[in-house]
């Protein structure tokens, strides 16, 4: 509110027109800058801001989740686009450097904070704070080009931001949309009450997995052409002449490198306890699939997501005529025939139609050589229970989500002391405990001062006047 009125005191209009036309000077203008992105970033999720939302997700319905995460979030990384880069023109390379910091430590913070979780839905809310970082280094690296006057790094940013914005979007809806049919079936959403759902829920097992394979960026599934478009801009920050650049490029690289890692391995676990071995509580044992109408949906944003993956060289293009309406410049050439490269051919290209040709035939040979060669197999010996050191196997022996995770956990141990300090939230309750108890002080003192003194001089007023009613 206060960017949009130091706005509007220098234009005289609300108008997004006027504000284009201002020439504000330097200070001014990163005023500005700062007080929108720490407002927008909010709203974001981005670090430092992002308390609210893991605690917002799990209270949500899942399908408003969906849309929180895949759609509210993203009003906030528009509204730093919006202003940084559309109004104030990012004219100024310290901007890009501050939204690269922050979206590389939202990325990797958000994924190991993810780790760490057992709910399932808090799991996936700090993912958006995760991909919320991705997206943001792609917008900083989008401004550092436009403050170099270096036309292909502007386009290749925010062709990766608008790129990843809208999967994030699709794949992050259809987690939330399978949190919520486990939900509705296994009557909890803690990982270590679940277990053994594939059997029982195949139809959302299978679009959990789609959605797990795009979030972790591999191919051919949406979330790696994003991604693969982030590296290439990142790769191109690295290569400009000046040393803050040289130095921010393979910073923010090793970070995107690192989140991918661990975002991997936090959707191995959450895959994986809630659909791989046996059931760990009753309902779990009990659950069944999802009605149709649950399973159409999820099943519609898998099929979106291969789709935005395997039909990049269509989407790209699109992507690229946003970011020329943003940089002001002639749109830049992101493909050629189905492939897509990064504006530049020797630099490197891939055909997603290709890739995925590869990867679906290359395990069929393998298995079509396996079931020529194998020859006959040895009958099954032994029947029985499995056998574990001379032990029987008990459900408890299996690995839980927080034995998964506690190694990271350990490794890390700082940042996540340091997710207690960053967090508003118990210095928020505190407040309104004491906002609460002076409020119920100050109540009675009201009434005592004003409202009875009031009430009973119109019961006294009433008594000498009610002969009137004789």
Known sequence: LIAFFLLYAQSGSLDFDSFRALKLDSPLASVVFLLALFGFGAKAGMVPLHGWLPRAHPAAPSHASALMSGVMVKIGVFGIIKVGVDILGAHTAWWGLLVLAIGGASAVLGVLYALAEQDLKRLLAYSTVENVGIILLGVGAGMLGMAAHQPLLAALGFVAAGYHLLNHALFKGLLFMGAGSILYRAHSKDMEQLGGLAARMPWTAL???????????????????????????????????????????????????????????????????????????????????????????????????????????????????????????????????????????????????ILALLLVSLPLILLAALSILRGARLARRQQGDAWACGYAQEASMAVGPQGLSQPVAHMFAPLYRLRGQLSPAAKLDAALEKTITGASRAEPIWDRTLTLPIAQWVDRLAARIRWLQH
Not at 229 to 241: E, G, H, I, N, R
Not at 260 to 270: D, I, P
Not at 308 to 319: F, I, K, R, W, Y
Request: charged letters at 5%; hydrophobic letters at 60%; glycine letters at 8%.
């Open 207 to 353: 679009s959990f997995l789609a959605g797990s394979l795009a979030i972790c960026a591999l191919p051919p599934f949406n979330g790696f052409v994003s991604e693969w478009f982030t590296y290439q801009a990142l790769f191109a920050v690295s290569q400009d002449a000046g040393f803050a650049l040289r130095l921010a490029g393979p910073l923010a690289m090793v970070m995107l490198a690192l989140t991918g890692a661990l975002a991997a391995m936090a959707f191995v676990k959450a895959y994986g306890m809630c659909f791989s071995g046996a059931p760990r509580s009753r309902h779990a044992a009990e659950a069944t699939e999802a009605p149709l109408p649950i399973r159409a949906a999820m099943l519609l944003a898998a099929v979106a997501l291969l789709l935005l993956g395997v039909g990049a060289s269509a989407v790209s293009p699109l992507m690229a005529n946003v970011a020329a309406s943003l940089t002001h410049a002639a749109p830049q050439s992101v493909t050629e025939g189905l492939a897509i490269h990064p504006g530049l051919h020797a630099q490197t290209m891939v055909s997603m139609p």
